[in-house]
C-alpha cells in the first residue's frame, strides 16, 4: 500500500508541474528513482535494489527510442523510470504500455478538439515515409522542438498508466 500511495503520489506531482511548466524536474524524477531504490534495498537488501534497479532501466529502455527521434521529452521518460524504480521490470513494462495507448487515446482527443486531426495523420504518414527512406530518426520539423502541433503534457497518460497497472 505505501508503495502504490508514493508512486501515484510521484506521477500526481509531475502532472502539476507538466501542464503547468510542461517539465518534470530533475529533482523529482531522481529523487524518486533514489528513493526508491533506497526503499527496496531497505525492504529486500541486495535483491530489491536489484528489483528496483531493473524497474528503472525498463522504464528508460522502453520509452528512450521516443526521446531519441524527438516525440517525447526526457522528463517523461525519466519519470517512467523513476515510477520502474518502486514498481519493477514487470509493472513498468506495463506502465509504459498502458501510458502509451493513454496517451494516443488523449492525443487523439487534443487533435479533434483543436481541428488538428487530419493534419496529425498526415504528419504521421510523413514521418513514416521519412522513416522508410532515411531510417528511424528524428524528422526535421517533427519534434517537440520545432513542431507547432498542439502539445500533450504526457505525465498525465503516465499517471493513468500508472493507475491502470496497479488497477489490474
Known sequence: MIVTTIVLGIGLIACVFDVRTRRIPNALTFSAALAGLLFHFAQSGAAGAQFSASGWVVGLLLLIPFFVVGGMGGGD???VAALGA??????????AI?????????AICLA????YL???VSNVGTILHF????GIKAVPGFTLESSASPRLAYAIPIL???MVTLWL
Request: proline share 3%; charged share 15%.
Open 77 to 79: 521518460v525519466k519519470l
Open 86 to 95: 518502486w514498481l519493477g521490470p514487470s509493472h513498468t513494462f506495463w506502465l
Open 98 to 106: 498502458y501510458a502509451n495507448l493513454a496517451g494516443g487515446a488523449m
Open 112 to 115: 479533434l478538439s483543436r481541428g
Open 118 to 120: 487530419r493534419r496529425a
Open 131 to 134: 522513416w522508410s527512406v532515411e
Open 160 to 162: 493513468v498508466g500508472t
